[in-house]
């Protein structure tokens, strides 16, 4: 299937009209597409790097002026943009934290995006438009910007096999949507992949009357993770401290590096598929943690504000259903805090091959007498609901009390009212003519 077939193919199917075996073919071919998109770009960027005729990497003066050297004047980044952005969650910002720092030890000036600054671009909705341009287009995108930025939570698709990509002006880590990676049963599992999302993006923005302007057309779910801001990392030394011409050595060596941490990254990432028993399959849930952030403003090197961000979800929960949820079977450990930091179990040489999933209602404990919330307590449950934005159910597995005592709580005082006790039988009236009854003569007292 040809590559304009193949993206038509994934416009027009809905899961559910497709043998099982057409949908996994599909998924396989969106998947090879990203694989040949970025392995070409990346063999045509090398040979333009390499070639005799090239002089030196871009750099960013933007970036240089408004960052790296802003006591050297020049105008303030004015390309306000409006974009939705998928946050990776904390397993994958760890390896992209190990490729950055592997990256810096050989190129010391190398500007690193900041690890809470990591996005990738779902959708570019509008760039380079100044303040008022984007202001008229969140607008008009604002009726339906909680349907948007949530929608990952209910169409989750994943993305995996990290790679290094690379040009003269900058470095990615790239992924690929997944097709079946990690499940012996592939089929269902990777039906809506990271493409078909890419798509519904387009359709949900363009619904409200805004024409998409992205620069992003081709198949690509990468984020940028450093840029350079230094030539000399490429140029020659004099014996005194001078800088001297451009040094292809030094750049061919730069390109041995990142070939070096590609391999790395395969060796250890990409292989679980294939039993491999030193690698792990390192997979991105998009929406893991946070939903979609609508960011506008001088969004380019990871800034802006943020309009709204979607509802995330917990890293092994695969689907809700009403209060139920399912889950992979794993060892979830939560932690105080603003979220739930889950891991899985440390791997156990047991032959005993565990279940793929279980359906299971691990929200609320089973209900037990227990003591009146404390104060701390209450305040715990009140913070962890209205600051951290955590579900009632999420709050009574942390807390080990049932949903209903948790909703109860996070609607009322953390200072409960004194108990009035039963309502009075005997009124005032009452009370006189007993006293006036009693005190009236020496046989009644």
Sequence with gaps: MRSAEILYATFTWKSGFASPDAQTLLQKQIQAFYETHRTRRNAQKKDELLHPSYQGVSLDPVLMKSMIHPDAGGEPDWRHCLVFWARPPQHVRDVINEVQQRLLAVLPNLWLMPLDCLHMT????????SADEIA????LVRPKMPEITDYTYSHRSRLVKPMVSYDGAAL????????GEG???????????YHHLRRDMYGLISSTGVTVASRYVMPSSHLTIARF???????????????GPYDPEKMRDWIETIEGINRWLQAEYWNEQEGSPSGKLLQWRVGEEKGLDCRYGTVWYGGGQTFQLGKGFERFCIATMGDWRVYKVVEIL??????????????????VPA????????ITPPPSRREAAAYKERVQIQTLRETAGWTHERIGLHMGMPTSTVAYIATHPAT?????????IIDTPKRHRMVDFLSSSAETR
Excluded: N, Q
């Design 172 to 179: 990615a880590i790239s992924f690929v949507p997944a097709a």
């Design 229 to 243: 801001v230094a030539a000399e990392d490429f140029h020659t030394l004099s014996e005194e401290g001078k800088e």
């Design 334 to 351: 939560a932690v105080w805090g603003k979220k739930l930091v889950m891991d899985p179990p440390a791997p156990v040489p047991a032959p």
């Design 355 to 362: 279940p793929l999933w279980t359906l299971e209602r691990p």
């Design 416 to 424: 409960p009212r004194k108990a009035r006790g039963r309502p009075c």
């Design 136 to 139: 008229k287009l969140l607008d």
């Design 122 to 129: 779902v959708l570019e909705v509008d760039h380079s438009r």
């Design 183 to 193: 499940f012996k049963d592939a089929v269902g599992d990777d039906d809506y992949t």
